[in-house]
Nanobody, 127 residues
Framework: QVQLVESGGGLVQFGDSLRLSCVGS????????MGWFRQAPGKEREFVAA????????NYADSVKGRFTISRDNAKNTVYLQMNSLKPEDTAVYYC????????????????????WGQGTQVTVSS
């Protein structure tokens, strides 16, 4: 089992930055690919970014490329999502996810492919 706890959400203005954190426990953290998803009201949960266990491989949704950066610190069992140039359309609950595979050799954009989820943290971007 893996437990994931997100933090760092909040209310920001258009163009601001925010960094989300997700601390994992219960399994060797570096053995797990990690991802970030988000879900806006009335919409399905969507992929944001993913990172391999060693942090070498990353994958981003087109909507966040160039603005968001996913990273991880395995010594701290933590994965981060640095969000810059935030827009109102980035408003959503952001979820951290973990997969039992270490590499990004699975359909990372598919919600059902991820094995563990955090409780989510709200990000609201005002215009």
């Amino acid at each position: 089992q893996v437990q994931l706890v997100e933090s760092g959400g909040g209310l920001v203005q258009f163009g601001d930055s925010l960094r989300l954190s997700c601390v994992g426990s219960g399994r060797t953290f570096s053995s797990s690919a990690m991802g970030w998803f988000r879900q806006a009201p009335g919409k399905e949960r969507e992929f944001v970014a993913a990172i391999s266990g060693g942090g070498v491989m990353t994958n981003y949704a087109d909507s966040v490329k160039g603005r968001f950066t996913i990273s991880r610190d395995n010594a701290k069992n933590t994965v981060y999502l640095q969000m810059n140039s935030l827009k109102p359309e980035d408003t959503a609950v952001y979820y951290c996810a973990a997969n039992n595979q270490r590499l990004l050799q699975f359909p990372v954009t598919v919600v059902a492919q991820w094995h563990y989820w955090g409780q989510g943290t709200q990000v609201t971007v005002s215009s």
